[in-house]
């Protein structure tokens, strides 16, 4: 069966309960289900990851080679500042696609730019929790163009 991972760094835990101006008020509970939801239809499987530690990130790229189709991953403030997450995504074949829930690019100017971008297949950013689910219908295509 076809597996996707979806992973999310550090804060992503507290969606849903505060600043529900900037990231909405859906948890990562939600998003999940919802993702679960439209990926059965393809007979996908999806695993949830979180995590507020580089380093358990890191870990789980490296282990996500061969294993999953591809990443959704919201890489919290770690997409400003993370040259190992980066090298992390280098380091393996499984595509990734970055997602941002807040339009980083109406935000502070340290948000503007992302280390880890260039590395991924892609970037979905500024559409709230929705950015998620189109992510999974991107992989989810790529299953029937085969
Ligand atoms: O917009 C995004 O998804 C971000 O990746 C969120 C990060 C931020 O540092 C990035 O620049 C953009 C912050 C995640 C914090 O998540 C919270 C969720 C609810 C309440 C408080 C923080």
Do not use: W
């Not at 760094?9 to 859906?26: A, D, M, T, V």
């Not at 948890?27 to 059965?40: D, G, S």
């Amino acid at each position: 069966m076809n597996s996707i991972l979806l992973l999310n760094g550090p804060n992503l835990n507290r969606l849903g309960k505060r600043e529900p101006g900037i990231y909405g008020s859906e948890t990562l509970e939600n998003v999940e289900a919802k993702l679960q939801n439209i990926l059965k239809a393809y007979n996908v499987n999806i695993d949830s990851f979180q995590s507020n530690h580089e380093g358990e990130l890191i870990d789980k790229i490296h282990q996500a080679d061969d294993n999953y189709m591809g990443i959704i991953f919201n890489p919290g403030a770690y997409t400003h500042t993370s040259i190992a997450l980066r090298d992390a995504i280098s380091s393996i074949d499984v595509p990734v696609v970055e997602v941002h829930i807040s339009n980083v690019h109406a935000r502070e100017s340290f948000r503007h730019h992302s280390l880890l971008a260039a590395v991924c297949e892609g970037q979905i950013v500024g559409l709230g929790t929705k950015g998620y689910e189109l992510a999974a219908e991107y992989f989810a295509s790529k299953i029937q163009e085969r």
